[in-house]
């Protein structure tokens, strides 16, 4: 499984972007797949997670709210609509999936896309 994430950019604070997580594999509807973000000199830390059919989701604290996920199986694209963004968001923000385990820690997670860049100016 291969993942792309793209839609990164530099914004004020309060404004919004939308990141994609394109998957190249036959089956993206087996996978479930999350966000996650790692600032400079802290951790990666779970952002938020969109289960195998877009049933179910889930957001971490800090995020909920102001951040959307949603799935396109029919595009094998996973999108993070991110509204009042704030410079706290400021990240390399990856996406990740997985085919059985739908936790918020990153080891659960097998594939990885290379990251985008988000950057929230104040």
């Known amino acids: 499984v291969q993942l792309q994430a793209s839609g990164g950019g530099l914004v004020q604070a309060g404004d919004s972007l939308r990141l994609s997580c394109v998957a190249s594999?036959?089956?993206?509807?087996?996978?479930?797949v999350a966000w996650f973000r790692q600032a400079p000199g802290k951790e990666r830390e779970f952002v938020s997670a969109?289960?195998?059919?877009?049933?179910?989701?889930d957001y971490a604290d800090s995020v909920k709210g102001r951040f959307t996920i949603s799935r396109d199986n029919a595009k094998n694209t996973v999108y993070l609509e991110m509204n009042n963004l704030k410079p706290e968001d400021t990240a390399v923000y990856y996406c990740?999936?997985?085919?059985?385990?739908?936790?918020?820690?990153?080891?659960?997670?097998?594939?990885w896309g290379q990251g985008t860049q988000v950057t929230v100016s104040s």
């Open positions: 969109v289960t195998w059919s877009g049933g179910s989701t």
């Open positions: 990740a999936a997985e085919k059985v385990m739908f936790t918020r820690r990153s080891s659960d997670w097998d594939y």
């Open positions: 594999v036959r089956t993206f509807s087996s996978y479930a």
